[in-house]
C-alpha cells in the first residue's frame, strides 16, 4: 500500500471518528436513533480504516495524527454545528496541534508529497 493510499485510509478514518463524536452530541444522552447509527457506524468504520493505516505508518506518528486532527475536527465541529465557542486561545492550539502533526509526520520521514 501506498504513502498516499495510506494517508488517505488514515484522513477517512479522522472523518469517520469526527463524525461519530459530533453525532454523540447530537444523540442526547444516546436517545435519538439516527445519531446513535451514525454514533456506531462512525466509531466502528474509524477503527477499521486506523487498524489499515497502521499496517503502513509508525503508530507514534498514526496516534498523533489521529488524536491532533481528530481534536481539531471535534472542535471545528463542535463551532459550526452546536455554536461551541473557539476563543484566540482555541484557535492558536488548533495551528499548534496541526503545526506538530506535520513536523512530526517530517521528521518520521512519511510527509505526503
Known amino acids: 500500500m501506498?504513502?498516499?493510499l495510506s494517508f488517505?485510509?488514515?484522513g477517512a478514518a479522522i472523518l469517520a471518528e469526527v463524525v461519530a463524536t459530533l453525532s454523540l452530541k447530537?444523540?442526547?444522552g444516546m436517545t435519538r436513533p439516527g445519531p446513535m447509527v451514525l454514533v456506531v457506524g462512525g466509531y466502528g468504520l474509524a477503527f477499521w480504516l486506523l487498524s489499515l493505516s497502521l499496517e503502513r505508518f509508525p503508530i507514534a506518528l498514526?496516534?498523533?495524527i489521529w488524536c491532533?486532527?481528530?481534536m481539531v475536527g471535534a472542535a471545528v465541529g463542535g463551532w459550526w454545528l452546536f455554536g461551541q465557542t473557539l476563543g484566540a486561545s482555541a484557535l492558536l492550539g488548533v495551528v499548534l496541534i496541526t503545526g506538530g502533526v506535520a513536523v512530526l509526520a517530517?521528521?518520521?520521514g512519511v510527509a505526503p508529497a
Open 68 to 70: 491532533g486532527l481528530g
Open 26 to 28: 447530537a444523540s442526547a
Open 8 to 10: 488517505a485510509l488514515l
Open 2 to 4: 501506498s504513502n498516499v
Open 62 to 64: 498514526v496516534y498523533s
Open 106 to 108: 517530517q521528521a518520521m
